[in-house]
T-cell receptor, first 115, second 114 residues
Framework: EAGVAQSPRYKIIEKRQSVAFWCNPISGHATLYWYQQILGQGPKLLIQFQNNGVVDDSQLPKDRFSAERLKGVDSTLKIQPAKLEDSAVYLC?????????????FGNGTRLTVT | KQEVTQIPAALSVPEGENLVLNCSFTDSAIYNLQWFRQDPGKGLTSLLLIQSSQREQTSGRLNASLDKSSGRSTLYIAASQPGDSATYLCALPEGSSNTGKLIFGQGTTLQVKP
């Protein structure tokens, strides 16, 4: 089965610019997650979708971050305007069911550098 | 609030050694615990998922155990190989939440020397 696809792989932008990341989950996976991983730390959940509805976005900085999952498949995560502390790897993951009974499958991530 | 700790942060062993990676958590009311592997510049690969009712899971040379009462999980790697070099992370859902808010440890970076 094809894995979780993410693009771009790398992105370098200046602070206050905007950026968007794209994710295509594994076919049939209803649940999609965006995680932020700062260097040397474990990933932190930004937002979780169940089909095209938001389940949890409590840790999403909503003043600058936005995400959508149209038609319950692909998803985009946007940052506008970016700050230096947004430099991180942004990981998309998907799962067949809920995390208490099905494993998460991660994409390779997008490495964002904000200068 | 669930906290997950992994010690040591880094580990270097010669090829062929058996080794144990540790993961501890503060809230024993968990649904499951998952071990991941992360290669440099890559995403996370799920290795093993242990449900709260299970004591261990095995996959090839990997064996993960879970002791909820003591708030600990271990990942045992038998006969380590240079290809096992990576960062290993454990994670579990926060509290009784059914959301995807997995709480991750900071990981143990393993280096297996030929």
């Amino acid at each position: 089965e094809a894995g979780v696809a993410q693009s771009p792989r790398y992105k370098i932008i200046e602070k206050r610019q905007s950026v968007a990341f794209w994710c295509n989950p594994i076919s049939g996976h209803a649940t999609l997650y965006w995680y932020q991983q700062i260097l040397g730390q474990g990933p932190k959940l930004l937002i979780q979708f169940q089909n095209n509805g938001v389940v949890d976005d409590s840790q999403l900085p909503k003043d600058r971050f936005s995400a959508e999952r149209l038609k319950g498949v692909d998803s985009t995560l946007k940052i506008q305007p970016a700050k230096l502390e947004d430099s991180a790897v942004y990981l998309c993951a998907s799962s067949l069911g809920q995390p208490y009974n099905s494993p998460l499958h991660f994409g390779n991530g997008t490495r964002l550098t904000v200068t | 609030k669930q906290e997950v700790t992994q010690i040591p942060a880094a580990l270097s062993v010669p090829e062929g050694e058996n080794l144990v990676l540790n993961c501890s958590f503060t809230d024993s009311a968990i649904y499951n615990l998952q071990w991941f592997r992360q290669d440099p510049g890559k995403g996370l690969t799920s290795l093993l998922l242990i449900q709260s009712s299970q004591r261990e899971q095995t996959s090839g040379r990997l064996n993960a155990s879970l002791d909820k009462s003591s708030g600990r999980s271990t990942l045992y790697i038998a006969a380590s190989q240079p290809g096992d070099s990576a960062t290993y992370l454990c994670a579990l859902p926060e509290g009784s939440s059914n959301t995807g808010k997995l709480i991750f440890g900071q990981g143990t970076t393993l280096q297996v020397k030929p």
